[in-house]
């Protein structure tokens, strides 16, 4: 069901079924692998290994900025995704110094 329309809800899949909507919850993303992107069901890609580089890649960064400065800021910049303005960038190096857990910021 989910191959075939990747936007399909799981009380959708449990009334098909004829299951709970808990026990569909747990096939799909315990058991076949999936979560909800989006609004779409896709496999979850990065492994534990993966996903622990992720986070220690991103606990450098606060350290790179305070060594290097604006010209860390200036490289990152260079190849920054379309959304994402300098501006929204500085925001969240502040957050990093200050230590808050506030969401990221996104440009428009």
């Known amino acids: 069901m ?14 098909e ?3 709970l909507k808990e026990r569909v919850q747990h096939i799909i993303t315990d058991i076949l692998g999936y979560r909800k992107v989006s609004a779409r069901w896709v496999l979850r890609m ?3 290994e993966m996903k622990m580089q992720r986070k ?6 606060p350290k ?3 060594e290097e400065g604006e010209e860390f ?4 910049d260079m190849g920054m ?5 300098i501006m929204t960038l500085r925001a969240n190096v502040s957050r990093w110094n200050t230590g808050t857990r ?3 910021l996104r440009g428009n």
């Open 17 to 19: 079924l004829e299951s």
């Open 73 to 76: 800021v200036q490289r990152i």
């Open 64 to 66: 790179h900025y305070e």
């Open 81 to 85: 995704s379309p959304g994402y303005t």
């Open 56 to 61: 220690t890649t991103c606990a450098e960064l």
């Open 2 to 15: 989910i191959l075939g329309n990747r936007r399909v809800k799981q009380k959708d899949i449990a009334k």
């Open 102 to 104: 506030a969401p990221l």
């Open 46 to 48: 990065l492994t534990d």
